[in-house]
């Protein structure tokens, strides 16, 4: 079973605060890496998508990968009350000639005026 | 560009009944899947199409749950009978390539179908 952790929160900061969201994953042959944001009672909106090694920025936001220790994170700088969401983390492991794709349960973040 | 669409929004029914959701993914997607998310939890996959086939159906309720996608494009998932802990929220995705050709296969999701079985 291919298992995806990640802290179920809430975490909470204030505005204008860089916010950290974590995951780990279990299949080390994982070769794709997602963050999807979840506003309450919406569908998950693709965020950042990351497939190597380092960081990846776009605008405010900022993945890291680390496969050696099968770590994935998201950073948000100037975290806004827009941000308020659960963060879903999403990993794609090979299952023969699928690739399929493993979500953890998500972080609750709460940023505050 | 359109998104996945999905219908209906909102459905509530008793157990033992059955119901049957809808879904038309984005326009030359050849990859459809369907998700059940149940409150607190992530999205869990119940089955993955490759434009009319059956990719991956390990996780379906095979009992009660059933999906077919006959022309490659639109999808239609039905349980039946329902139970109480099938109240959750089903989610399409799609994704532009074929599953197993690229690892860079983004997934889209459309808004969602609320089932509540009392």
């Known amino acids: 079973q291919k298992e995806v952790e990640q802290n179920s929160g809430p975490l909470s900061v204030p505005e204008g605060a860089i916010a950290s969201l974590n995951c780990t994953y279990s299949d080390r042959g994982s070769q794709s890496f997602f963050w999807y944001r979840q506003y309450s009672g919406k569908s998950p909106e693709l965020i950042m998508s990351?497939?190597?090694?380092g960081d990846k920025e776009d605008g405010r936001f900022t993945a890291q990968l680390n496969k050696a220790s099968q770590y994935v994170s998201l950073l948000i700088r100037d975290s806004q009350p827009s941000d308020s969401a659960t963060y879903l983390c999403a990993v794609t492991h090979s299952g023969g000639s699928n690739y399929k794709l493993t979500f953890g349960k998500g972080t609750l973040l709460t940023v505050n005026p | 560009e359109a998104g996945v669409a999905q219908s209906p929004r909102y459905k509530i029914i008793e157990k033992r009944q059955s119901v049957a959701f809808w879904c038309n993914p984005i326009s030359g997607h050849a990859t459809l899947y369907w998700y059940q998310q149940i409150l607190g939890q992530g999205p869990k996959l119940l089955i993955q199409?490759?434009?009319?086939?059956?990719?991956?159906d390990s996780q379906l309720p095979k009992d009660r749950f059933s999906a077919e996608r006959l022309k490659g494009v639109d999808s239609t998932l039905k349980i039946q009978p329902a139970k109480l802990e099938d109240s959750a929220v089903y989610l399409c995705a799609s994704s532009e390539h074929p599953p197993g050709t690229s690892v860079y296969n983004e997934q889209f999701f459309g808004p969602g179908t609320r089932l509540t079985v009392l």
């Open positions: 199409f490759q434009n009319n086939g059956v990719v991956d």
């Open positions: 990351i497939y190597s090694n």
